[in-house]
């Protein structure tokens, strides 16, 4: 289903055809938006859902409802665009992507091995293409320690990712830089570290850390629960700076290897849980540590080569980031309250791990059975 939003013919095609891959998203959003209202792009994303929080004319000129498991939707989606961003992911946080492996693999390779085809496909238009992989890439050996003194770009070599989520991530980084070298797309690649702030997704299961403790500081009355013991450390990328590195990036003539956009400012799961709560003024709530799925021991993103290469790295301070999230969650809050949607805030003071279902995977099959009935 495509919705266009109107804009006079002529004026979009004096701009930059844009496409942005899966940005109904929580990034994808946020970049989309970045671009159009910088004025000089015409941005189309494809997605093969609505954002939550967002109208799609508030962050792109035009907007198609489909499947990019599915190599024509792509070839509709990079049609005419000199700039492919490749955002959609089957994702979400520790309690999706460790019991979702499978079913995040299959739907996650043909994303990205369709996509980078069909930007190939448009070479005389496309001249460049940015795909959004992830720290999940690293060699888990490597992250050990919670003392860890940042990731370097080489650590993820030889390859040991602890999920399957990581494997894809850095299988479809090489499937990039191989086309780079054979048909001269040029590939633009960024390994994301923890990107949080408002207008994600912040309850069901899907939300990272971030949220997740932000709606917990919120609604927990007694205690705050967390997975594991908390002494796990990591870094967080607010979403205006993930943005701008995005954009940098792409921008950049000669950064044509996968680099950090990430944070170098490392924190404690424990303290992060505690910066949550003084931020909703409930510092003495207890943590109660519970089991569940937890990831590496440590990580940090070390930004040399960004640095290096943007003379810039990441800016907004994790207390300063974690204070827009809140007031933004705490507004999601009080709106279901005040419509009714929710009387009972306890179920916001835990984390669900989501179950794998098929139901994804059987909706294909059933799409080309369909196809198969109508030749
Ligand atoms: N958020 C993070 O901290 C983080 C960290 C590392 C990497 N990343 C990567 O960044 C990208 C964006 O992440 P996000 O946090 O915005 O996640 P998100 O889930 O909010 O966005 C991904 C989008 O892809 C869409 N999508 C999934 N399958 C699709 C399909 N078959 N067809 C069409 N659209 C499909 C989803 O509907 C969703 O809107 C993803 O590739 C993710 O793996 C994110």
Redesign the pocket.
Known sequence: MEKCNGENKREGKLKKKVAV??G?????SHLAKSLKDDGGYYVVV????ENDFMHWTDFCHQFFL????DMANCIKLTEGCSEVYM??????GMGFIKSNQSVLMF?NTL?STNMLESARRHLHTVNRYFY?????VYNEHKQMETTNPGLKESDAWPAKPQDTYGLE?LYSEEMGLAYMRDFGLQFRCAR?????GPK??WKGG?E?APPAFCRKAICSETEFEMWGDGEQTRSFIYIDDCVTGIRKIMDCPDLDVPVNLGSSEMITMNGFAKLALDLCGKSNLPIKHIEGPVGVRGRNSDNTLIKEKLNWEPKVRLAEGMKETMRWIKCEIERELESGKVQDLSRYCSSRVVAQTTDSLDQLLVKTNEDKASL
Do not use: Q
């Not at 109904?24 to 994808?28: H, L, M, R, V, Y």
């Open positions: 891959a899966g109904a998203g929580f990034i994808g494809g997605d093969w859902k489909l499947d990019l498991r955002l959609a992911a089957d994702m979400g739907n994303i959004a992989s992830s720290a999940c991530k994301f570290h923890n990107v949080y994600g997704s899907r990272k």
